[in-house]
């Protein structure tokens, strides 16, 4: 059972919009949520975190809000740009970082110039 | 600059021959984690290590093994190869417990004919 779900596959965003990239999650015992970027023939990279006792975080353009009475998190890129275009994981931590991450399917981003 | 490396980058292999797929990080971390990732299913734990001599298994592990010993290195071994172990591998690393953050290697594409 998919405990990390990202139920868009892909997701088109003309540039210099709002991208908005969803997660769900079933275990409650998680308490702490990343997003990773990943390019092609790449290893993913950490963009943004949040821990369970917070309800948004922000880094520049990326914004993170948890909503854990709906075990929803959303991840915002404003202003959408190319470099932007890339596959985005969220993944899931419980047991205060000890174990490996959760992660989910992933979203495809493709910002259109 | 530290960092973390995989290799083979590449590699192709027959059915039930065994196959090592090394990682090396820098950083001196203490956590090492095996992750794969197929299409359809985001990137799935094998292996995890807390620190030398201290393996861990995943949610996908049978089939694998890993060793450490020391904290630079945990190679992950297929036993066996399988055409259903066909998949990227990427190797990853974390400071200490108490941290959630991973980095994660390039990659590597492993093909079971």
């Known amino acids: 059972d998919q405990q990390v779900k990202q139920n868009s596959p892909s997701l088109s965003v003309q540039e210099g919009r709002i991208s908005i990239l969803n997660c769900d999650y079933t275990n409650s015992m998680f308490d702490y949520f990343l997003w990773y970027k990943k390019y092609p023939a790449e290893g993913p990279t950490f963009l943004i975190s949040i821990s369970s006792i917070k309800d948004k975080n922000e880094d520049g353009r990326f914004t993170v809000f948890l909503n854990k009475s709906a075990k929803h998190l959303s991840l915002h890129i404003v202003p959408s740009q190319p470099g932007d275009s890339a596959v985005y994981f969220c993944?899931?931590?419980?047991?205060?970082?000890?174990?490996?991450?959760?992660f989910g399917k992933g979203t495809h981003l493709i910002i259109q110039p | 600059d530290a960092e973390i490396t995989q290799s083979p980058r590449h590699k192709i292999t027959e059915t039930g021959r065994q196959v090592t797929l090394a990682c090396h990080q820098t950083w001196n971390h203490n956590n090492m984690f095996w992750y794969r990732q197929d299409l359809g299913h985001g990137l799935r734990l094998i292996h995890y290590s807390y620190g030398v001599h201290d393996t861990n298994k995943g949610e996908v592990s049978d089939g694998y093994s890993v060793s450490r010993s020391n904290t630079e290195d945990l190679p992950l071994t297929l036993e066996s190869a399988a055409s259903s172990q066909t998949s990227v591998y990427f190797c990853?690393?974390?400071?200490?417990?108490?941290?959630?953050?991973?980095?994660f290697g390039p990659g590597t594409r492993l093909t079971v004919t």
């Open positions: 990853a690393s974390k400071p200490g417990l108490s941290s959630y953050e991973q980095y």
């Open positions: 993944a899931a931590s419980s047991g205060g970082g000890a174990d490996g991450l959760t």
